[in-house]
């Protein structure tokens, strides 16, 4: 079919065809546009593509692809994922935890079939992946695409990451002309323990576990940093299909297995509660050796006659369970409590532990969190264990519930050595000895010393140097450490004299372990090229309190300039008068974070920190928001439900456009977006005489319709 044929004359499978053709070309065009800044077709013909799309499903409504590009506002790639509807919900399990359970279990469903006790009842039983759930559908054996469970009936976009995975086939032979194919994303243990240990060398993020590991590399932005995970995918069910797979759960498993997908090996089929509990024995013995995370076995009736009779509750199924392992725990000394200095100064209390194996890891280590929790208290002030404090020589009873770090859940008193003492929580920091101060309603205490607490300075540096901050090639956190107990590196600025100081002494640094001339000479020319740097980057690579990525760049977009922003954060010192309140009327920066920023900038010490480091750098002016837009400098409010596309999505756009988006009405707003459901919002514009749009004309307003 040709792209001439007139929507007219379409039959409906070449329009199917047709609207698949589009949404591809579309997207491509879409990626090329918007997140490599390389269109390679004209606007002219991407808006023929564009119309041509709408044209064909004006026509065939029931065709319109729950990715469809008419649903894609501005750039998805570039402003976060796409939004897909899933064809068929994405359910959760219910869970058990007890053996007696199984076989109320079976009884319930026997109950629910009218089978009686002896009638026969097969089950499949299989490990329960702890990953995260991932949909992949398939239209004539192509992938076109992938989404995350997200709220079970919509997930996030994530094809082109999915597409990077080696278990997931981008193509397959003989399936079902639409297969939806789920299962869950993971990563093995040893991939999970080589991916931290490369992104602390490059000062990079690490992973609490191999699950967080799987989620934050599956949602990447970026596919070819997900490229360079190495995640994994096991399939064990299906959504929408256009012929059965199989008449059983293990048939239509060994389908997917036989079309190239990866299956549990672990999976099998039970007659009756005895069995399924003897497998799940028998994989709970496995656990420790598996190389990945599994946190209990997952039954299901293997007649999937009997499971579309069984059918569903509200959100999981009738005919499948997961049966839960219970917590790890082990007991075991507690040794001494160990105080840690982070970058904010935060004094974190480590307990270091008679090592013990708890589910096959070894642990020497454990949270503590803060002083009140020692104490038997949460951060909420609620009793925890019983109000049980927690002292050095104490038998402590250790868990890790999906976390890789530890946690103490219980004490034994009966066991505790009479010596045994009130762990007294330090008021002075033990890397400095400057004073730690806990403010009020702050559950952490703080070391006061800012810059000349070694421990913060080499945090601050570590941060200074990660992704996202100023992402130094081959200056990762190991290195600045090292160049810190050199007295090389004591704060930023001293990395971008590093060359100047050190640098006719390259050979300084080629005599030392894993330096050599070729990379100290690298490492010089990566420091260069971060001499420019973008505004937002610089702001938050400061490494100030509650001021995270997204923070810095609304300051950025806001001030514009450094000089404007320096000189800004001085001139609200007094936390009052306009420059102040300036800085509170910035969307998304409420009171502790503006405190802490203007706080930094007032701190002698720091500020002077602060000002060598932007005298060595060239600070790239952050984009203002288009100045001409029709709403730029305007108040906007939304509410109601907005229907193309989600409120922060909305809220980014107009202020993009040089908007500021309120979250109440007042006399201050210019311009109400109203969707269905709109209540005393609208009421309140219609009393003060605000213009009122529908979403439709708010689209028209900004020229995204
Ligand atoms: S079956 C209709 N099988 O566990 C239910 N789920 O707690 C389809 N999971 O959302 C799910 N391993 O993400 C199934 N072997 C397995 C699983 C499994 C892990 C996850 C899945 C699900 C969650 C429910």
Known sequence: MSQETPVEQLTEAEAREELARLADLLAVANRAYHAEDAPQISDAEYDALKRRNAGIEARFPSLKRSDSPSDMVGAPVAEGFGKITHAVRMLSLDNLFEGEEVTEFDARIRRYLGLGADDPLTYTAEPKIDGLSLSLRYENGELVHAATRGDGAVGENVTENARTIDDIPVTLDGAPEVLEVRGEVYMSHADFEALNTRQAERGGKTFANPRNAAAGSLRQLD???TRDRPLRFFAYAWGALSEPLSETQMGAIKRLDSLGFQTNPLTVTCDGPAELLAHYHAIEEQRATLGYDIDGVVYKVDDLGLQRRLGFRSTTPRWATAHKFPAELAWTWLEAIDIQVGRTGALSPV?????????????SNAT????DYIDGRDSKGEVIRDGKDIRVGD???VYRAGDVIPKIADVDLSKRPEAAQPFAFPTTCPECGSEAIREEGDAVRRCSGGLICPAQAIEKLKHFVSRGAFDIEGLGAKQVEQFYRDGWIKEPADIFTLRDHYGSGLQQLKNREGWGEKSASNLFDAIDERRRIPLA???FA??????????SGLLARHYGSWAAFEAAMGAAEPLEGEAWDDLLSIDGVGEVMARSVVTAFAQEAERASIDRLAAMLDVEEAARPEADSPVAGKTVVFTGTLEKMTRSEA?????????KVSGSVSAKTDLLVAGPGAGSKAKKAAELGIETIDEDAWLALIGDA
């Open 537 to 539: 980057k610089l702001i």
């Open 351 to 363: 307990a270091r532990l008679q090592p013990v194996t708890v589910g096959g890891v070894v642990v």
């Open 542 to 551: 400061l490494g100030i309190r509650h001021v995270g990525e997204s923070a």
């Open 651 to 659: 809220k980014a756009r107009a202020e993009s456009l040089g908007a």
């Open 223 to 225: 596919p070819s940093i």
């Open 368 to 371: 503590l969190h803060n002083e």
């Open 395 to 397: 038998w402590v009873q």
